[in-house]
Structure formats: C-alpha cells, structure tokens
C-alpha cells in the first residue's frame, strides 16, 4: 500500500522567512513519481514539481526548491523568501509506477505567511 | 501541461435532486480522466477513473450508481450526482493526465440543502 504523511498540519511564518514543508512516503514499487501541488483559497490545485524515482537531483525554481532524498524517503520542499500569495495548502502526492495513475495524497500542510 | 475546466463552479440544490458536473480538457484529448472530492479541511479522495468509451472504474466505497460517469469524447467526463443528499455536499475536482502529469480543474463547490 501507498501512502503519503506530510505531519506538519499547519504552518504560519512572516513574510520573507524561508520555510520548508516535509512528505514522507510509502511504497513498494521501484518506480514511482512524486509531486508537489498548491491549493490556494480559491480552490483549484496547480501543480509545482513532478520527481520520479529514479532522479534524486535537487530542483530549484525560483524561490521554490525541493529535496528528494530515497534514502529517508522524503521529498521536502522549501519556500526561500516566503511571500503572502505562498499562502496556501500544499499537497504532496505519490503516483505508482505507471505515471500519476493512482494519485495518493497527504492530508496537505496549510502554510500561512504572515505579513 | 493542461488547461481543465470545470462547470459549474458553485451549485446549490434540494436533497433528492440530481446533479451534473462537467469536466472538460480544453487543449488536450484525454482518453483518462479522474474525478475526486475533498471534504473541508481534508485531502483530495479519488473516487473514480473516468475511460473515453467505457465503464468508469470506481474506488472502493463509492456508490456507482449514485456517481454516474459519463466519459462520452476525449474531452468531456461528466460526473451526476443521483439523489443528492446532504453528506453528498462536497468539494468535487475532476484531472486530467498528461505526460505522467495529473492537471486538475477548478472544483465544483455542491451544496445539498
């Protein structure tokens, strides 16, 4: 069975502080995906980062990073210079083998930024 | 990526009435489309993969027949809500997957008063 812990349930910080959310997850495949998605107020989720198993490189994108480590089976992510429109719920998610079949979802982290 | 739309975006409707949402791929064939629901303050549940031309597969717990799905082109899925009741009133999200990507649509707000 999958399964996806983000155990920071909420989060709050003041602007321009860096901040990092944590996903741990599950599997027994050897192949699978991960992902980051963003659910702010309004509702609809917009997607972040897609990792797959087999690349373990660190990704940047602006003041968003992620690291994936497989050894401790995390793939975190940080806000660097954390900015009110950041606000929002923050899903992480596993995908099986074949793709984004499947989706799991963890139960989201709500961050908070503070101005 | 893709661009998912979703109408309508906000419904409210008595208990005992149905209900459809449509969930649309505007620039891209989707022969697989997913829909899902999240109740407040929770995490997205899958209840369904929506196949172009075929049966819906649905998740354990999910009443087939009161979620119908109706994948009829590779652009429209269209979730009906039978009967609807109040426990029903949720958060319902349709995606659609592209290049081991899923894009999700804004969400249909249902209320069951």
């Known amino acids: 069975a999958q399964k996806v812990t983000q155990a920071q349930t909420e989060i709050s910080v003041v602007e321009k502080e860096d901040v990092t959310l944590d996903c741990v997850y599950e599997?027994?495949?050897?192949?699978?995906?991960l992902f980051w998605y963003k659910q702010p107020p309004s509702g609809e989720l917009v997607f972040l980062i897609r990792?797959?198993?087999?690349?373990?490189q660190n990704e940047i994108s602006g003041r968003y990073s992620w690291n994936f480590q497989k050894s401790t089976s995390s793939f975190n992510f940080t806000i660097t210079a954390s900015q009110v429109v950041d606000s929002a719920v923050y899903f992480c998610?596993?995908?099986?083998?074949?793709?984004?079949?499947?989706?799991?979802f963890g139960k989201g982290t709500k961050l908070s930024v503070i101005p | 990526g893709a661009v998912v739309s979703q109408h309508p975006s906000r419904v409210i409707c008595k208990s005992g009435t149905s209900v459809k949402i449509e969930c649309r791929s505007l620039?891209?064939?989707?022969?697989?489309m997913f829909w899902y629901r999240q109740f407040p303050k929770k995490s997205l549940m899958l209840m369904a993969t929506?196949?172009?031309?075929?049966?819906?597969?649905?998740e354990q717990g999910v009443e087939k027949d009161k979620f119908l799905i109706n994948h009829a082109s590779l652009t429209l899925s269209t979730l009906t809500v039978t009967s609807a009741h109040p426990e029903d009133s949720s958060f319902y999200i349709c995606?659609?997957?592209?290049?081991?990507?899923?894009?999700f649509g804004p969400g249909t707000r249902l209320t069951v008063l």
């Open positions: 929506s196949n172009e031309g075929s049966k819906a597969t649905y």
């Open positions: 599997t027994r495949d050897t192949t699978y995906y």
């Open positions: 995606s659609v997957e592209n290049w081991d990507t899923q894009y």
């Open positions: 620039d891209f064939q989707a022969t697989t």
């Open positions: 998610a596993l995908g099986s083998g074949t793709g984004s079949y499947q989706l799991t």
């Open positions: 990792r797959n198993s087999f690349d373990e």
